[in-house]
């Protein structure tokens, strides 16, 4: 420990940056300049004028997300290809209805009952695959349905349910516009990935 950051004010305050410097470090752009971040801290920590002006700012943001945005597209281009392949080939399968948004379902059961709203909470079972059949969750594995609002899954989801009488069980492949998009969610479902559910209405539970 240096002599600089012996009281437990300065240690705190270090450990600050380290935090910071770690958020920063787990999602960098090209070109990040650690001097302009520390002389924005400071400026606004003084409350001192700002030095670039907030259309500049807003301009530079953008510019940036759009970098960012075109870099991941490019690390992750094989996941848009394969699943652009799967979707075409798989849109040509008797029993495929693809809808206007991209979605392709099949219907496995027919359900007879009333269909849900936007608004509705369901109770469900499924089953999610990648394409390449990896299993990244599963109500009927886990033994115990779900139960969500429709409007509070993903797109393909709640544009499915509201198709699905009570009863139904469809196979739905998912765009990864309609799924989890550009981000991903934690470790299984990597960006701009097409997925793969099995889904059964069980109720409308409101």
């Known amino acids: 420990m240096t002599d600089k950051f012996s009281t437990v004010?300065?240690?705190?305050?270090?450990?600050i940056g380290l935090q910071?410097?770690?958020?920063?470090?787990?999602?960098p752009f090209e070109g990040l300049d650690i001097a302009a971040v520390q002389a924005g801290l400071a400026d606004a920590f003084n409350q001192l004028a700002a030095q670039v002006d907030n259309d500049t700012l807003?301009?530079?943001f953008?510019?940036?997300?759009?970098?960012?945005?075109?870099a991941k597209s490019e690390k992750f281009k094989e996941n848009v290809a394969?699943?652009?392949?799967y979707l075409a080939e798989?849109?040509?399968?008797?029993?495929?209805?693809v809808t206007a948004s991209g979605l392709q379902y099949e219907i496995l059961t027919a359900g007879a009952g009333d269909k849900p709203t936007?608004?509705?909470?369901?109770?469900?079972?499924?089953?999610?695959?990648l394409i390449d059949g990896s299993v990244f969750d599963s109500s009927y594995n886990r033994g115990e349905p779900a139960e969500f609002p429709v409007n509070g899954v993903i797109k393909g989801w709640?544009?499915?349910?509201?198709?699905?009488?009570?009863?139904?069980?469809?196979?739905?492949?998912?765009?990864?516009?309609l799924a989890y998009g550009e981000q991903g969610a934690g470790g299984a479902i990597g960006p701009f990935s097409t997925l793969v559910f099995d889904v059964e209405l069980l109720d409308i539970v409101a």
């Not at 004010?9 to 450990?15: D, H, K, L, M």
């Not at 798989?90 to 209805?97: E, H, V």
């Open 62 to 70: 953008n510019e940036i997300h759009k970098k960012m945005q075109a």
């Open 90 to 97: 798989n849109a040509k399968r008797d029993g495929i209805t």
């Open 118 to 129: 936007a608004t509705s909470t369901v109770r469900t079972h499924y089953h999610g695959t």
């Open 82 to 85: 394969q699943g652009e392949a």
């Open 158 to 177: 709640t544009e499915a349910l509201q198709l699905m009488p009570v009863g139904s069980k469809w196979r739905l492949h998912v765009p990864y516009s």
């Open 9 to 15: 004010e300065s240690q705190a305050s270090y450990g």
């Open 20 to 27: 910071m410097g770690e958020q920063l470090r787990a999602n």
């Open 58 to 60: 807003g301009k530079a």
